[in-house]
Antibody, heavy 120, light 107 residues
């Protein structure tokens, strides 16, 4: 059974760096073909893909946010970490991590999400 | 980047109705399209991938079709638990992008 759970601060100040951790079970990021992605959703708005990382450390980023994002994995801990620098109130959103399907860059298992508010 | 549009953005329907949602891509994406359902306060749930393949455990009243630039999600007989927002997503090329969503509400 695949499960994922996001953790991190619920409130960050503008200009601060956000660090979110996705802790998962039921699969291994050392297995060929496996990947984890991050997606966010501002309140009342649509989903936005942010980044993903594969078992071979291949990393992809949203072009519009690439300069602010870093994604890493810790295979031994079954964790993926996303950092986003220079946070702004427009970055207020629910942040989800998700397992990438064998079929391609779509997401078949999702965490519950964590709401991050950016405010001074 | 590939842009996705969905229509309608909102629809009001009754239990038992047949509902169709359309997703259009700004350029051809073959069949690299997925559909998700999201209920308030919950994470999205994968319904369909490869434009028409039902994810395991998804009821057969859901179906998808299309290729290239135009796709549809159909719910053959709307059930109370189907009232939600539906998103399409393309995975043909980076960055993978989502549509703006279609909210299905109770008439």
């Amino acid at each position: 059974q695949i499960t994922l759970k996001e953790s991190g601060p619920t409130l960050v100040k503008p200009t601060q760096t956000l660090t979110l951790t996705c802790t998962f079970s039921g699969f291994s990021l050392s297995t060929s073909g496996v990947g984890v992605g991050w997606i966010r959703q501002p309140p009342g708005k649509a989903l936005e893909w942010l980044a993903l990382i594969y078992w071979n450390d291949d990393k992809r980023y949203s072009p519009s946010l690439k300069s602010r994002l870093t994604i890493t994995k810790d295979t031994s801990k079954n964790q993926v970490v996303l950092t986003m620098t220079n946070m702004d109130p427009v970055d207020t959103a629910t942040y989800y991590c998700a397992h990438i399907s064998w079929f391609g860059d779509l997401f078949d298992y999702w965490g519950q999400g964590t709401l991050v508010t950016v405010s001074s | 980047d590939i842009q996705l549009t969905q229509s309608p953005s909102f629809l009001s329907a009754s239990v038992g109705d047949r509902v169709t949602i359309t997703c259009r891509a700004s350029q051809g994406i073959s069949s690299y399209l997925a559909w998700y359902q999201q209920k308030p306060g919950k994470a999205p749930k994968l319904l369909i991938y490869a434009a028409s393949t039902l994810q395991s455990g998804v009821p057969s009243r859901f179906s998808g079709s299309g290729s290239g630039t135009e796709f549809t999600l159909t719910i053959s007989s709307l059930q109370p638990e189907d009232f939600a927002t539906y998103y399409c997503q393309q995975l043909n090329s980076y960055p993978p992008s989502f549509g703006p969503g279609t909210k299905v509400d109770i008439k």
